[in-house]
């Protein structure tokens, strides 16, 4: 069975930095794509950022396009998210997803970690 924990998150002030990790187990870490989602208190869930199973491939949301960047090592089953220049309105919690179904739609996901900035 897939599980998928983050961690990282925390608070930070605007214009500062985080780094999200997220450890797979129960399946091989790379043969799945992977992606960071974000939920804020009343919006939809969105994408933040995938990548494809070796990490040479990743698309962004555009809002956070240049300042967050996406990554795996797949010797520690461990997808990153650097989170850089952080706004306000990067504040939600962060979910780690993995495995896409023959949609494209991912299967797994982890508990979530919470990331606030503050001005």
């Known amino acids: 069975q897939v599980q998928l924990v983050e961690s990282g998150g925390g608070s930070a002030q605007a214009g500062g930095s985080l780094k999200l990790s997220c450890v797979g187990s129960?399946?091989?870490?790379?043969?799945?794509?992977m992606g960071w989602y974000r939920q804020a208190p009343g919006k939809e869930r969105e994408m933040v950022a995938r990548t494809t199973n070796l990490g040479r491939s990743s698309a962004y949301l555009t809002s956070v396009e240049g300042r967050f960047t996406i990554s795996r090592d797949n010797d520690k089953a461990t997808l990153y998210l650097q989170m850089d220049s952080l706004k306000t309105e990067d504040t939600a919690v962060y979910f780690c997803?993995?495995?896409?179904?023959?949609?494209?739609?991912?299967?797994?996901w982890g508990r979530g970690t919470q990331v606030t900035v503050s001005s």
């Open positions: 129960g399946y091989h870490f790379s043969t799945c794509a």
């Open positions: 997803a993995a495995c896409p179904d023959s949609t494209g739609a991912f299967t797994d």
